[in-house]
């Protein structure tokens, strides 16, 4: 689920479609590492899909990790959840 490197990053593998039915648990996962600062990659090359839900818990870990000092990138991110985010206009937020 998480994984720390001494001097790395922080690691969070989200897994499975983050919509509706699972936002509280990608919500739990992401804020554990987030509230903490530092420099959280979000691997999402397991995640064939979000909605709104999954948007809005990204975004939001996004917002606490620049609160606490910190930032938050996403990476391996497939084509369709790709689309989403820059058809929100998200792209360049959170993967930049």
Do not use: H, K
């Not at 990608?26 to 554990?32: F, G, I, S, T």
């Not at 839900?53 to 996403?74: E, K, Q």
């Amino acid at each position: 689920m998480n994984a720390t490197g001494a001097d790395g990053p922080t690691i969070v593998v989200l897994t499975g479609e983050v919509d509706f039915t699972s936002w509280e648990q990608a919500r739990d996962q992401l804020a554990a590492v987030a509230d903490g600062g530092g420099y959280v990659v979000v691997d999402m090359s397991q995640v064939p899909f979000v909605d709104s839900a999954g948007i809005a818990v990204l975004v939001n870990a996004r917002s606490r990790a620049y609160a606490a000092g910190g930032t938050l990138r996403l990476r391996g991110v497939q084509p369709a959840v790709r689309r989403v985010l820059q058809v929100m206009g998200l792209w360049e937020l959170l993967v930049g």
